[in-house]
C-alpha cells in the first residue's frame, strides 16, 4: 500500500511536507515520483528520486522550491514544498516504477491515493 499524506491549507509563502508512506514493500528498491492534478488540469509531473543511487530530478514547476528526499529506516519518501503559491493548489501523489528516470506518469506502475494541498490567504 502507498500512501500520501502531509497536505492541508496553508498561505502563500508558507512551507509543507508531504509524505509518502509504503507499507508491505521497499521504496529503496523503486524510483519514486511526486505528481500534482489542480482541477480542470492534467497530472503534472514535479520531482522523482531514482532508486539504488537516490538521484533527484525537478521539474520547471518544482526547481528550486521544492525537495525530494528520502529515509529508508522510515520507508517513507518526503517532498518538501517552500515558497507555496496559490497555482500550487492541487491534490499531490506519489508512485512508484522500477524504470523511471524522469517523472513521467506513464513511466509509474503504482499510484497511492493524494493529498490535497490548498495555497490561499
Known amino acids: 500500500q502507498l500512501q500520501a499524506s502531509g497536505g492541508g491549507l496553508v498561505q502563500p509563502g508558507g512551507s509543507l511536507r508531504l509524505s509518502c508512506d509504503a507499507s508491505g514493500f521497499t521504496l529503496d528498491y523503486l524510483s519514486i515520483g511526486w505528481f500534482r492534478q489542480a482541477p480542470g488540469k492534467e497530472r503534472e509531473g514535479l520531482s522523482l528520486?531514482?532508486?539504488?543511487?537516490?538521484?533527484?530530478y525537478y521539474t520547471e514547476s518544482a526547481k528550486g522550491r521544492f525537495t525530494i528526499s528520502r529515509d529508508g529506516a522510515k520507508n517513507t519518501v518526503y517532498l518538501q514544498m517552500r515558497n507555496l503559491k496559490p497555482e500550487d493548489t492541487a491534490i499531490y501523489y506519489c508512485?512508484?516504477?522500477?524504470?523511471?528516470?524522469?517523472?513521467?506518469?506513464?513511466?509509474?506502475?503504482?499510484w497511492g491515493p493524494g493529498t490535497e494541498v490548498t495555497v490561499s490567504s
Open positions: 528520486i531514482t532508486k539504488n543511487s537516490g538521484g533527484t
Open positions: 508512485a512508484t516504477s522500477n524504470r523511471a528516470v524522469l517523472p513521467i506518469a506513464d513511466e509509474f506502475d503504482y
